[in-house]
């Protein structure tokens, strides 16, 4: 089965800093959905990329898949408070289209 | 457009008791996906329904997990009986079809077993 691995796990930024978290998968990818959860609460969508090369941006963060399609990244510019909270990554699973995820990176702003 | 609901937002029970959760989805999205998610860890599909059909229960324990989608709107997911390893946030899904497209989540329930 499609194993993904976010790193870093953790990450603790200064506001105003950039930060990368990396998302990276044991197969193809045929879509790759980025989640934001806050502590406690449900998940909520940011972005979905299919195509080798496509990169989209929501505001302050952009999402890039490869061109081999196993490894996407997510980067916020000029980080926010408003920011921090669980990141996750989740792609089509092997069952046809129920996501599976990945552990998350937790990240942390500091004024 | 509202969103999934589910309910309760907390439960906390004894090991060997039963509980049951419940969703409603967004209105008109046929797929239904229940989740467990352990603390630390990502979100692990439990069951996936298409209307009120089952898609795959492949990780479901069943012997003491069970869901329905009784007339392929609302759900439950209920655990009899319960086991401290089952603490965990129960998230429910819905997406307008099964594929590459966005899944809508509820707010979770979050489960203590003691």
């Known amino acids: 089965s499609q194993e993904l691995e976010q790193s870093p796990q953790s990450l603790i930024v200064q506001e105003g800093k950039n930060l990368t978290i990396n998302c990276t998968s044991s197969k193809t990818l045929y879509g790759l959905y980025w989640y934001k959860q806050k502590y406690g609460e449900g998940l909520i969508f940011l972005m979905m990329?299919?195509?080798?090369?496509e990169e989209k941006s929501h505001e302050k963060i952009t999402a890039k898949l490869d061109e081999k399609k196993q490894q996407s990244s997510l980067h916020i510019t000029a980080s926010q408070p408003s920011h921090a909270g669980i990141y996750l990554c989740g792609a089509d699973g092997d069952s046809g289209y129920a996501l599976n995820f990945g552990k998350g990176t937790s990240l942390l702003v500091t004024p | 457009e509202a969103g999934v609901a589910q309910s309760p937002r907390y439960k906390i029970i004894e090991k060997r008791q039963s509980v049951a959760f419940w969703c409603n989805p967004i209105?008109?999205?046929?797929?239904l996906y229940w989740y467990q998610q352990i603390l630390g860890q990502g979100p692990k599909l439990l069951i996936q329904?298409?209307?009120?059909?089952?898609?795959?229960d492949s990780q479901l324990p069943k012997d003491r997990f069970s869901a329905e989608r009784l007339k392929g709107v609302d759900s439950t997911l209920k655990i009899q009986p319960a086991k401290l390893e089952d603490s965990a946030v129960y998230l429910c899904?819905?997406?307008?079809?099964?594929?590459?497209?966005?899944?809508?989540f509820g707010q979770g329930t979050r489960l203590t077993v003691v």
């Open positions: 209105s008109g999205h046929a797929t």
């Open positions: 899904a819905s997406s307008l079809v099964a594929g590459s497209t966005e899944a809508f």
């Open positions: 990329l299919q195509k080798g090369g």
């Open positions: 329904f298409q209307n009120n059909g089952v898609v795959d």
